[in-house]
């Protein structure tokens, strides 16, 4: 039997399959015991097979009951794949952050850089709880202020937040909400013909409260120049974060709130290129993101079967080029799983977040965390970060040193002249790990930590005389440390 058939209405089947060629529904009924419109309504599709039905048919007709009601439950199955989820179903998420609407409204009261941040924080929002999403363009930051839709969302599948079909979003950080939102209303209108705003739901978004909200979409939806009008203020984020762990992590990050050990890429990436003067590019790992985004892609697009194993000089610049391979100069196929990624820096947070009906990726790089990853890495896409000598088994992607073209032109993009860059490249062998102590001014930066360890740094001098010291040699004997076997 094909797929088509195992999907058809068990009424069909009993129709062909069951009741002899030629007998009459009632004639049927009457074997079986049961009025002519019931059985009627089975084979015609009208009413489900149920156990009692199955029972009779087969004591009628000697046909297994299990497999009539195995007929059902396909064609249940079937059913249910083409039915939608209604759009005010939640997953349930564990209890996190709980960051609230005044969080939310402090974080853009005089802060210049959260216009620019917000369109980052939307997209974040956006990606991890919308549903069957085609498209998400939320710039932010440099690109924050380009023409035309804030943002822009295609999803098949509606949310409480992210609407089915095209939705265009404007937002603002305005003291007065309803002038910005009127404002975008009427520039929307005018920038779009009538038939395609019928295909598009307007959405305004502001991170301030708007007590008057309820009021100003009902009066827009009643003009009916789009499909359908939204807006979301302070209150609406703060309950829209609560399904968002990702966006949780984010904005804690963002605000500087405590988030629990657990950070961004967004914020891995600050504390990694912000640690040297000038700050580092994200064109360093030009080479190695072409080098290995299609080993990424490939563990991220199909099911999770392990973690995603990488290896690096050190742990800071891998979670940075994790940061630059999922973001813009990855590809957007790549871009859009940044938003699922949390890195956890201590145990005690992972297992409580994976209890939770949300998937998010999670990044580790301590074994306290690998281990309690280890439950759930069969299950769920997930990264684990090794030093490059210390992986138990082959990496999947190993961070070698960027290549010539790319450190050049890094570090002249940074500003420096022909001669820094000779030097940074001697003195770094291009691992930007070493790059970064070199053009950091923090001391406990510029310091490995082996070498800050001073008991540690004193048992690693013997190595460093290996072909070299003499025991013969009076001067070689007082080397501290060392002594003759």
């Not at 939204?230 to 968002?244: F, N, P, V």
Request: net charge negative.
């Amino acid at each position: 039997m094909d797929a088509r058939a195992d999907a058809a209405h068990p009424g069909a089947r009993i129709k062909s399959d069951v009741i002899p060629p030629g007998m009459s529904v009632t004639k049927a009924a009457q074997l079986m015991g049961v009025g002519r419109p019931a059985l009627s309504n089975l084979l015609n599709g009208k009413a489900a097979l149920s156990a009692d039905m199955a029972a009779r048919l087969e004591k009628a007709f000697n046909y297994p009951r299990n497999d009539l009601m195995a007929m059902q439950a396909r064609y249940e199955e079937a059913q249910a794949k083409h039915i939608d989820p209604p759009t005010e179903t939640k997953a349930y998420v564990p209890p996190f952050l709980a960051i609230k609407a005044n969080d939310i409204e402090g974080w853009v009261a005089h802060n210049i850089p959260a216009r620019s941040r917000l369109a980052v924080f939307l997209r974040t929002l956006v990606h991890s709880t919308g549903s069957g999403l085609t498209k998400v363009d939320f710039p932010g930051n440099d690109d924050a202020e380009r023409p035309g839709w804030d943002g822009i969302a295609e999803a098949s599948d509606g949310t409480p937040w992210v609407p089915a079909g095209s939705s265009g979003w404007e937002f603002g950080t305005n003291e007065n909400p309803k002038a910005k939102a009127e404002g975008d209303f009427e520039k929307s209108v005018k920038a779009l013909s009538a038939e395609e705003r019928t295909e598009i739901t307007f959405v305004f978004v502001t991170p301030r409260r708007w007590p008057g909200k309820a009021d100003w979409v009902a009066a827009k939806q009643a003009k009916g120049l789009w499909k359908d009008v939204r807006a979301y203020d302070a209150s609406d984020l703060e309950q829209w974060l609560e399904q968002s762990l990702p966006g949780q992590a984010w904005f804690a990050n963002e605000a500087g709130i405590p988030a629990q050990h657990v950070r961004s890429l967004d914020k891995c990436w600050a504390d990694w290129a912000d640690a040297s003067r000038p700050p580092l590019t994200g064109a360093l790992f030009s080479s190695a993101i072409e080098a290995t985004k299609r080993t990424m892609l490939s563990r991220l697009a199909n099911p999770a079967d392990r973690p995603t194993l990488v290896a690096a000089d050190s742990t800071e610049e891998a979670l940075a080029f994790l940061a630059q391979l999922l973001g813009e100069r990855g590809g957007e196929e790549l871009a859009s799983y940044r938003d699922s990624v949390l890195v956890f820096d201590k145990p005690g947070v992972l297992p409580r977040l994976a209890a939770g009906a949300q998937t998010f990726i999670p990044v580790v790089f301590t074994r306290e965390v690998e281990r309690e990853l280890a439950p759930y890495a069969n299950s769920m896409h997930s990264v684990v970060v090794y030093p490059r000598n210390a992986a138990t088994t082959e990496a999947d992607i190993v961070l070698e040193p960027a290549n010539y073209d790319t450190f050049n032109k890094a570090l002249e993009a940074m500003g420096k002249d022909r001669d820094e860059i000779s030097r940074l490249t001697n003195a770094s062998g291009r691992s930007l790990t070493v790059l970064r102590r070199q053009l950091s001014t923090v001391p406990a930066v510029r310091t490995p930590e082996w070498a800050a360890d001073r008991p540690t740094a004193a048992s690693l001098v013997p190595f460093l005389f290996v072909g070299a010291w003499n025991s013969q040699n009076e001067t070689d004997k007082l080397v501290p440390g060392i002594r003759a076997e």
